[in-house]
């Protein structure tokens, strides 16, 4: 943070240290390492911590209050480092709290530097010029997708053997409750081309793993050769990519889930047996009120179907309580939908009003009933989710080896389902796919033995 004028902010040395700090969901991470590239561009080296650094970003989430507040919160903490330290540093507000309160950060906070809205991270070198020619506070929160993935720098590399991927971005849905329209803007899906060759560059570069994400992914309709693709088609041809192993997409909407993307779960290999697919309630009249455009029937005879197609698949969701005008009856539907769907993992949260959506005006459930609500539905989560992890007790399956362990000599690892495994084995494996036997379920890992020869 620095008095917009004060040249005494610009670094001393040639190379700069950016810190990045990223809320919310993986959109924002990936979001947060193009950011970084495209400032290691202009000399900046990312560093894990604000305590030296020349300019912090947070990356930040509007989906619930508590989210956007942190951030808040966040910038306070960093005056006051700034402070101890006795060392100015430069600081940007990005993601979807830039884009949904703009102007309004800097009159609450009026250290921040610079405010900006996710389809204009591609500005960011112009905005830190102007800050350091004494342009003043520098804001920009346009629309234009397009231009963001295009003038992104495309020297993507991956840093490990898992990757992210944004193939799709906004939402055209307008979920009731929903920010996500107002803060990313209208459905945009990227050129396959282009798809395509970010994947290469990522597995040259060590990804054995993509997750193509997307805040509708399945709505996915990028150009592509013969007209648009569907995400079938786009996981189809990303399975061609020598040396990729595994293919995951995440965020869906029940009513995008074409035959052929059922289809594509029982006949591509590569696309890992999991998926993440938002019910939100099981009760039809909050289903309705939410604009969610589809009931619980249709979304239990949706899960059918595509466990006809890969019998293994392993179902995540996201649920919220308290909902306005959600009654004892609307509840007790939510754990019933529960209890019949089995989740192996799944997200609960408390209906958060949000400015700006059409629920927001409405009469909301008291705190008391949201959080013993809240409490209900994790309970049985939980349940379904233990009952999943147990049943993996006695499997044999392929685990990418992704990172260190807490011990040493252990190694931390995926499963096909998206939980974590630990595991003894050479750090030196990082990137090869073993075969793990299971020993041990926990609440959020498992535990196992290499069964694969070294
Ligand atoms: N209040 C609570 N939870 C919300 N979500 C989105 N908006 C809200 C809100 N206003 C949840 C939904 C969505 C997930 C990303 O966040 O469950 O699927
Ligand atoms: Fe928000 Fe998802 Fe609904 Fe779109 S589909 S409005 S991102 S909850």
Same mark, same amino acid.
């Given at each position: 943070m620095s008095a917009r004028t004060d040249t005494a902010t610009k670094p001393e040395s040639q190379t700069?240290?950016?810190?990045?700090?990223?809320?919310?969901?993986?959109?924002?991470?990936? #979001?947060?390492? @193009?950011?970084? +590239? !495209?400032?290691? =561009?202009?000399?900046?080296?990312?560093? #894990?911590?604000? #305590?030296?650094?020349?300019?912090?970003?947070?990356? !930040?989430?509007? *989906?619930?209050?508590?989210?956007?507040?942190?951030?808040?919160?966040?910038? &306070?903490?960093?005056?006051?480092?700034?402070k101890e330290r006795g060392k100015s540093m430069q600081v940007g507000v990005a993601g979807c709290v830039a884009q949904a309160e703009g102007e309004e950060i800097v009159r609450r906070m009026p250290q921040v530097d610079l405010v900006v809205g996710p389809q204009?991270?591609? @500005?960011?070198?112009?905005?830190?010029?102007?800050? +350091? =020619?004494?342009?003043?506070?520098?804001?920009?929160?346009?629309?234009?997708?397009?231009?963001?993935?295009? $003038?992104?720098?495309?020297?993507?590399?991956?840093?490990?053997?898992t990757a992210f991927l944004t193939v799709q971005e906004g939402c055209d849905k307008f979920c009731a409750f929903c920010v996500v329209p107002y803060t990313r803007g209208a459905e945009y899906s990227r050129p396959a081309k282009h798809i395509l060759a970010e994947a290469s @560059?990522?597995?040259?570069?060590?990804? @054995? +793993? *993509?997750?193509?994400? &997307?805040?509708?992914?399945?709505?996915?309709?990028?150009?592509?050769? &013969?007209?648009?693709?569907?995400?079938?088609?786009?996981v189809r041809e990303m399975a061609e990519i020598d040396g990729l192993a595994r293919i995951r997409y995440t965020t869906s909407h029940p009513n995008d889930m074409s035959d052929d993307l059922i289809a594509a779960h029982g006949e591509i290999d590569r696309l890992m047996p999991f998926l993440h697919l938002p019910v939100q309630s099981g009760s039809d009249r909050i289903l309705k009120a939410m604009n969610r455009k589809h009931d619980a029937d249709s979304y239990r005879r949706l899960i059918d179907r595509?466990?006809?197609?890969?019998? =293994?698949?392993?179902?995540?969701? #996201?649920?919220?309580?308290?909902? %306005? &005008?959600?009654? $004892?009856? $609307?509840?007790?539907?939510?754990?019933?939908?529960?209890?019949?769907?089995?989740?192996?993992?799944?997200?609960?949260?408390?209906?958060? %009003?949000?400015?700006? !959506?059409?629920?927001?005006?409405?009469?909301?459930?008291?705190?008391d009933i949201k959080a013993e609500r809240l409490a209900g539905v994790q309970e049985a989560l939980g349940k379904s989710q233990a009952a999943f992890q147990n049943a993996c007790i006695g499997q044999t399956m392929p685990v990418l080896l992704d990172r260190h362990g807490k011990f040493a000599g252990q190694m931390m690892g995926r499963s096909p389902y998206l939980q974590n495994v630990h595991l003894p084995a050479d750090t030196e494996r990082r990137g090869e796919i073993v075969m793990v036997k299971i020993t041990e379920a926990h609440k959020n890992s498992l535990g196992g033995e290499c069964i694969t020869a070294p």
């Open positions: 700069r240290k950016l810190y990045v700090k990223t809320y919310g969901c993986q959109m924002n991470v990936y #979001d947060s390492e @193009r950011m970084a +590239e !495209t400032l290691a =561009d202009q000399g900046y080296e990312s560093v #894990d911590s604000p #305590d030296h650094a020349d300019l912090v970003l947070l990356n !930040t989430c509007h *989906i619930r209050e508590k989210a956007a507040e942190k951030v808040y919160s966040d910038l &306070g903490r960093l005056r006051k480092l700034e204009a991270y591609h @500005r960011l070198p112009d905005m830190l010029s102007a800050l +350091e =020619d004494g342009k003043g506070t520098q804001v920009i929160t346009d629309f234009p997708v397009e231009d963001k993935f295009s $003038d992104l720098p495309a020297t993507r590399k991956s840093s490990g053997p @560059r990522l597995v040259e570069s060590g990804a @054995r +793993e *993509i997750t193509l994400l &997307g805040q509708n992914v399945n709505a996915y309709h990028g150009e592509g050769t &013969g007209g648009d693709w569907t995400l079938a088609r786009l595509i466990r006809e197609a890969r019998p =293994d698949i392993a179902l995540s969701g #996201d649920f919220i309580v308290g909902y %306005p &005008g959600e009654t $004892d009856e $609307d509840y007790e539907d939510t754990l019933r939908l529960i209890k019949d769907i089995q989740y192996a993992q799944a997200f609960s949260f408390k209906y958060s %009003p949000r400015p700006g !959506t059409p629920a927001t005006g409405a009469e909301q459930i008291s705190e």
